[in-house]
C-alpha cells in the first residue's frame, strides 16, 4: 500500500537516500575549494602554524571533528564559548545566555584568549554565518592577517539577515568557503504538516572537512614529510605517539574533557 493522501516522505529510507545524494553533490561542487584549503592548511602548518577551529551551537561539532579527534591533525586547537569560563575566569552562568553566540564583544574575548600564532589558520564553521560573535570573529581573524576558511550552508546564509551590526556575513571575510550544501533551515526531509525534520549540515560539514584533512596529509606524503596525525588514545602506544607530536605545539593547543 501506498501512503496516505498528504502523508509525508519521511523515514529512515528515504533520509538515507536523500543524504547519500546531497552529499555526493557537495564534494562534488567542493572539489576545488577543498583543495584549496588544503594547500592553505598545508602551506600554515609547514610554516609553523596551527588550525584554530571555532564553531556555536552544533557548529561546535564541527570545530570537535578538526581539533583533537583520532585520525585528525594534531596542531589543531578548538575555541569554543566554554573558554569564557574554563580559560577567562567568567562565572558559570554566562554559558546560559541562548543569545551569547549573538554577542560581538564574545569574540574578542574568545579572541585574546585564543592567543593565536601569526601562522595560525582559522576554520570558522556556522550554518548560517550571520550571528554577531561568528561575524565578528571572522572580522577579527582577518584584520590580525589570519587566513580563514569558512563552513557554512550558501542556500541558508543568503535566505537570512546578518545579526552583526556591519549587516556582513561570515562568506563576506573568508578566504575560502566550504558549502556544506544544506537547505534553508538545514532539514532536508518534509513533514506532513509543512515542516522539515532530519538536519543534514553536521553530516556534510564533516564530509567536507574529512575531505580535506585527507588532501593536506596527502601533500606531507608526496613531499616526503611524516604527517603529524593522531592516533587513536585506545590503541597500545597511542597515548605515547599522541603526546610526543602534542610536544611539539606545548601551550598551543589546548584539550580538555
Known amino acids: ?60 561539532g564541527l570545530a570537535m571533528e578538526i581539533a583533537g579527534r583520532a585520525g585528525g591533525l594534531v596542531p589543531t586547537n578548538k575555541v569554543a564559548l566554554r573558554d569564557l569560563v574554563v580559560l577567562g575566569g567568567e562565572p558559570a552562568q554566562v554559558l546560559f545566555d541562548a543569545k551569547l553566540e549573538r ?26 554565518g550571520v550571528n554577531g560573535c561568528i561575524v565578528e570573529m571572522a572580522k577579527l581573524v582577518k584584520d590580525n592577517g589570519h587566513a580563514l576558511i569558512a563552513v557554512n550552508s550558501r542556500a541558508h546564509s543568503e535566505g537570512v539577515p546578518s545579526r552583526h551590526p556591519s549587516g556582513n556575513k561570515l562568506g563576506d571575510y573568508a578566504d575560502i568557503v566550504l558549502d556544506n550544501g544544506a537547505p534553508y533551515g538545514d532539514a532536508i526531509l518534509r513533514m506532513a504538516d509543512g515542516g522539515s525534520v532530519c538536519a543534514i549540515s553536521s553530516m556534510s560539514g564533516a564530509l567536507l572537512v574529512q575531505l580535506t584533512i585527507a588532501e593536506v596529509v596527502r601533500a606531507f606524503e608526496l613531499g616526503d614529510e611524516p604527517a603529524p596525525v593522531y592516533r587513536s588514545a585506545n590503541i597500545p602506544d597511542g597515548d605515547e605517539h599522541n603526546k610526543t607530536l602534542e610536544a611539539r605545539y606545548a601551550g598551543r593547543i589546548r584539550r580538555s574533557a
Not at 30 to 47: C, K, P, Q, Y
Open 1 to 60: 500500500m501506498g501512503q496516505p493522501a498528504g502523508a509525508s516522505e519521511v523515514g529512515a529510507g528515504v533520509f538515507l537516500t536523500r543524504a547519500r545524494e546531497l552529499l555526493d553533490q557537495v564534494a562534488e561542487r567542493n572539489a576545488g575549494a577543498v583543495a584549496e584549503a588544503a594547500t592553505m592548511i598545508t602551506h600554515a602548518l609547514r610554516s609553523g602554524g596551527i588550525v584554530q577551529a571555532f564553531g556555536t551551537g552544533h557548529s561546535e
Open 103 to 128: 554577542d560581538p564583544e564574545v569574540a574578542h574575548r574568545l579572541y585574546t584568549l585564543t592567543d593565536p600564532h601569526p601562522d595560525d589558520l582559522f576554520v570558522i564553521a556556522s550554518n548560517s
